[in-house]
C-alpha cells in the first residue's frame, strides 16, 4: 500500500511517442516493461518489498517440505496471488494520485477497496497454507 507521495517517486516526464510493435520486438520490449514495473516495486514500494521477504523464504520452505509437487505448487502460487494483488493495488494507487492528490471520496474508496484485495489475498495465503501443511 503506498502513500500520496507515490507520484513523487514516479517518472512524470511527457508522454512520449508509442509505437506498436510485433513479434520478437513486442515480446522483448513487454519483458523490458515487466522488469521495469518489477524493479521499481522492489526500490519504492514497502509492502512490496516485506511481501517479498516473506515469499522467499516460504516458497524454500514449500520445496524442502515433504509433501507433493502438486501442494508445493500451490502454496508458492498463494504467495504469488499475494505479490500479483499488492502489484494491482500499487497500480490503482498510482493511477488515482495521477489525477490528483488532493481528498477525494471516490478515490480514497478505489484505494481502500484495492487495500481490501491485498488483505484478501493474504487471507487466502493463509488459508491455502493451513490447509496444505495441516490436513
Known sequence: MTSSTTVNKVNTEQPKIVV???GLMRL?????HTFN??????????AFQQELMLFVPLTVLACVVNISAAQSAILVLALLFVLFAELVNTAIEVVVDRIGLEFNTLSGLAKDISSAFVFISMLMAVIVWWAVLWP
Do not use: D, I, S, V
Request: hydrophobic share 30%; with cysteine.
Open 20 to 22: 506498436k510493435r510485433q
Open 28 to 32: 522483448l520490449y513487454t519483458c523490458k
Open 37 to 46: 514495473g518489477l524493479k521499481w516495486m522492489c526500490r519504492n514500494e514497502a
